[in-house]
């Protein structure tokens, strides 16, 4: 990792650079994919599943044989834990839930807003160097108690055709209606134009590499909504004299495993514990089975020390990070003053594993600095906020007058007459 002392304010945007590609970069061949599926829908879905991820496919679809084949492959000490995590993902998740706001703005005047779920839901799971079965608790658990209709699960097969049993069994107990083996790319290309097999849904929702990232961007120029941008996974520790600095190493390669792209930092206004999680990161890093790409990960990253608390405040609201694990003295002065974080943890014993998997809260979290405006994904993303409101005779004599004026004043006679004529009945 490299270290930095002090770097100055002018610098941090250099200093904080992400290690990723620009849209530019990738857009060209995204689009070129994109019109291929929008055309020829199934049969450029296996062209494109057969290049990159070296399988020749009949059947796209996962059928019900497979799943049940898949849940005698899951051991039950794995089927236990992914169940323990479930149960904590929906006792978080149900609490979002929020009652009808009702409120009568005039006499007679009367607003509530409801929410809706979102009918057709596609969740795209990453299965390429880590089958992430995680991601489909984080996913189809608030969609399934948000009461999403069609939940449709696009993941990549491995090079027997096969998905991993792990993301089967996952996907059949949380409520996933169709599972597809189709990734990258194609698999965003197909749910959103739809093809002969997969089906079109309405929002997009799930992790990936920079060329999904940017797919589910492009995306959104046909109609479909996306959860946020969420790429390269990252991680930012800010810690003192009283972290314990195996922890934090620990915290740093969990990240760092993730992938080349990955991107992990350490903030610290000690030069005494940046030399010691040094020491322990390379001790680590030896036994590590994904030795050669958190290696890769931790060249693109950085120790970064600083002088005082607000500093590294100020540096990490700058950046942004996905995760931001807390490990200081004053705890209450990064918590109470952080503006910038997809999600926190605290304390020595709070490592970001547990976000990832069983505390509660959900993982799907807005990378690449977009922490600064958008939310992780919660109950909300699955639903939709509708307005109603019911006026009467007393509440339209309230308001209407105000109406007539300020249609007036923008020279819009319709709206002012749709008004005037209502008025005018109840005087008749």
């Not at 779920?117 to 991601?135: R, W």
């Not at 992790?207 to 995306?219: D, E, F, L, S, W």
């Not at 819009?412 to 109840?426: E, F, M």
Request: a negative charge; aromatic letters at 6%.
């Amino acid at each position: 990792m490299k270290k930095i002392e002090n770097p100055k304010r002018d610098d941090w945007k250099n200093v904080l650079k992400r290690p990723t590609q620009t849209v530019a970069d990738i857009e060209g061949t995204v689009t070129s994919i994109f019109k291929e599926v929008a055309k020829n829908g199934d049969t450029a879905i296996r062209e494109y599943t057969h290049k990159f991820d070296q399988v020749a496919l009949e059947d796209l679809k996962v059928t019900e044989n497979e799943i049940i084949s898949a849940k005698a492959l899951v051991s039950d000490e794995l089927k236990k834990a992914i169940q323990l995590a479930k149960r904590n993902i929906e006792r978080f998740h149900k609490a979002q839930k929020t009652d009808r706001i009702t409120v009568e703005t005039s006499e007679g005047v009367s607003c509530w807003q409801e929410k809706r779920p979102i009918q057709k839901v596609g969740l795209y799971i990453p299965g390429g160097t880590a089958p992430l079965f995680s991601t489909i608790l984080m996913l189809a658990v608030p969609a399934t108690i948000a009461g999403c209709t069609e939940i449709v699960l696009c993941t990549p097969p491995n090079k027997e055709g096969k998905v991993d049993p792990a993301i089967l069994y996952t996907a059949d107990l949380c409520g996933v209606t169709q599972i597809f083996k189709v990734g990258g790319i194609q698999a965003i290309a197909g749910m959103t134009f739809g093809t002969e097999c997969i089906p079109q849904v309405y929002k997009i929702f799930g992790p990936g590499n920079q060329y999904v990232t940017v797919a589910k961007q492009i995306a959104t120029k046909h109609g479909v909504a996306i959860d946020m941008p969420a790429g390269p996974s990252e991680l930012l520790v800010v810690a003192d004299d009283t972290a314990d600095s195996a922890f934090v190493a620990s915290d740093l390669l969990s990240q760092a495993e993730h992938g080349i792209d990955s991107q992990v930092i350490l903030v610290s206004t000690s030069k005494k514990l940046i030399a010691e999680v040094e020491a322990e990161v390379e001790q680590q890093l030896k036994v590590l089975p994904r030795k050669e790409i958190a290696q890769q990960a931790i060249a693109n990253s950085k120790m970064i020390y600083v002088e005082d608390d607000q500093t590294a405040l100020d540096l990490i609201n700058e950046y942004g990070p996905e995760h931001l694990i807390v490990c200081v003295a004053d705890t209450d002065f990064y918590v109470n003053h952080i503006a910038n974080a997809g999600s926190v943890f605290i304390g020595n014993y709070t490592p970001e594993s547990a976000g990832d998997y069983a505390s509660g809260t959900n993982h799907t979290l807005p990378t690449n600095g977009y922490a600064k405006q958008y939310s992780g994904v919660n109950l909300d993303s699955f639903m939709k906020s509708m307005t109603f409101q019911h006026i009467s005779e007393e509440g339209i004599k309230a308001i209407g007058s105000a109406i007539e004026t300020m249609a007036e004043a923008e020279g819009l006679q319709a709206h002012k007459n749709a008004v005037s004529l209502r008025l005018k009945s109840l005087k008749d």
